[in-house]
């Protein structure tokens, strides 16, 4: 089973240090072993667009990407009549 690892990027779940800057919780995502906080990312702006700065804890040493979905959630959704696996999170 795979896990995920989401940033909830949702203005009302964020804690607002500066008015250009932002901290969200990152959640490990495990059907098996439940959801976890692991972490954050500061989303700060800089002069050339936004940083984003990961205090993550526990993944194994490595390279990592992600990308920012508009909905914290990785449950399914229905599209064009079908259930899809991860939908619920929304658009890119």
């Known amino acids: 089973m795979k896990k995920l690892l989401t940033a909830a990027l ?3 779940a964020a804690a607002a ?10 959640s490990l995502l495990s059907v098996a072993d439940g959801n976890q906080v692991v972490g954050e990312v500061r ?5 050339y667009g936004a940083v984003f700065t990961p ?11 992600f990308h920012v ?15 899809v696996e991860g939908l619920g999170a929304g658009g890119h």
Do not use: M, W
Request: hydrophobic share 30%.
């Open 10 to 12: 949702l203005c009302c």
């Open 17 to 26: 240090h500066a008015q250009n800057e932002i901290t969200v919780p990152v």
């Open 43 to 47: 989303i700060s702006q800089s002069k």
């Open 55 to 65: 205090k993550i804890r526990g993944l194994a040493a490595g390279i990592y990407g």
């Open 69 to 83: 979905h508009e909905k914290p959630s990785c449950e399914a959704a229905e599209k064009d009549g079908k259930k």
